[in-house]
């Protein structure tokens, strides 16, 4: 038996593992989706150590977008036609997850 599947059978503090997924891809489908490309500038680190790479530390230049969590970032990141692929996919796997057909499959 998976992993996964055995951790969806137990209660994690009064609720179960399948709940919790639910409950990310919702908050994940949550995320804006832009019109126009959004702005970025460099992060700004202070310290005695330098950066060999300073474009890879960058922060929406939004207040509201730089405000979301991680894994919304994440999705405005990637360009809203490719948000839109991903919340398609989200929606199928969230319709499997909600209705128990993933932990019921047999490998």
């Known amino acids: 038996m998976p992993a996964c599947t055995r951790c969806s059978s137990r209660p994690t503090k009064s609720r179960y593992f ?8 919702d908050h994940l489908l949550a995320a804006p989706e832009p019109a126009e490309p959004v702005r970025v500038q460099l992060t700004e680190v202070k310290g005695e ?12 230049a939004d ?3 730089q405000a979301l969590s ?6 405005v990141r990637v360009g809203l036609v ?3 692929r991903l919340k398609a996919r989200l929606k199928a796997l969230r319709a499997l ?11």
Not at 18 to 25: C, G, P, S, T
Not at 49 to 57: D, E, M, Q
Not at 97 to 107: E, L, S
């Open 18 to 25: 399948n709940d919790r997924v639910v409950a990310v891809i």
């Open 49 to 60: 150590w330098s950066s060999t790479r300073p474009w890879v530390r960058y922060e929406f």
């Open 63 to 65: 207040p509201q977008l």
């Open 70 to 75: 991680s894994g919304q970032k994440i999705m």
């Open 82 to 84: 490719n948000e839109r």
């Open 97 to 107: 997850v909600a209705t128990g057909v993933v932990a019921k499959a047999k490998p």
